[in-house]
């Protein structure tokens, strides 16, 4: 990774994982043979795009996709001009439609980042075609601090799959809208993704709280 300038990360800046943790995982990525996902001006993008007073809604993944050209920073989005396999993001667009009534066919999910919503993995790297290699380089640390930063004011968070639901049991399902689910990956998306209406139920909480809806679907 090249060196990161905290000036971007705006109020996430003063986590303190940036110095007692980071530069363990920049070792270890130097390290690392194979090629890494997201690029590595990307790896920070879900925090640089949604800072913690924008945030509304945090959907928190597992790790980025593993293939060429698919990871951008921000979970589950894809750019544009991808032209692959949709896989999780596929999954996401299938249950938009049957939640909301609504189509969503932009892979590049900066507008939902733009509305208030962090869409942040439990890994924020990953080598090529290794799921999960990275889920024990200290990754849990960043992700742990930022939700306690988020901790602050009600807020909707979406688990989605077993690593994001086993760091996100410290939040309180009293105070915050907490839907657990399976991950929409294709190996799971039927064990209960699949007819959660995660969308709908968030834009209600958020409507009963006067704090505006997000749009799901295509800008």
């Known amino acids: 990774m090249t060196a990161l300038d905290l000036s971007r990360l705006g109020g996430w800046s003063d986590l303190p994982f940036f110095e007692t943790t980071l530069p363990k995982i920049e070792a270890a990525l130097a390290a690392e043979e194979r090629p890494v996902f997201p690029p590595a001006n990307a790896v920070f993008n879900a925090l640089e795009r949604c800072q913690p007073d924008d945030t509304r809604v ?5 790790d980025p996709y593993h293939t060429p050209g698919k990871a951008d920073g921000l979970a589950f989005s894809i ?5 692959g396999r949709l896989d999780s993001l596929g999954n996401i667009f299938k249950e938009i ?10 892979t590049d999910l900066q507008d939902w980042a733009d509305q208030g919503v962090l869409l942040l993995n439990t890994a924020l790297t990953v080598p090529q075609g290794a799921a999960k290699a990275h889920a024990k380089l200290g990754w849990s640390v960043l992700v742990q601090e930022v939700l306690a930063k988020l901790a ?3 807020r909707v968070y979406l ?10 049991r410290t939040i309180d399902p009293d105070q915050n809208l907490k839907i657990e689910t399976a991950h929409p990956s294709p190996l799971s998306v039927y064990r209960g993704f699949f007819g959660a209406r995660p ?3 968030s834009n209600a909480w958020l409507q009963a709280r006067g704090m505006g809806v997000i749009n799901w679907a295509n800008p």
């Open 152 to 154: 602050d004011r009600p």
């Open 199 to 201: 969308f709908s139920r």
């Open 159 to 168: 688990l989605w799959g077993g690593p994001a639901q086993k760091i996100g």
């Open 58 to 62: 945090v959907i928190l993944g597992q």
């Open 79 to 83: 750019p544009q001009n991808f032209g």
């Open 97 to 106: 439609e049957t939640d909301l009534g609504q189509i969503r066919s932009k």
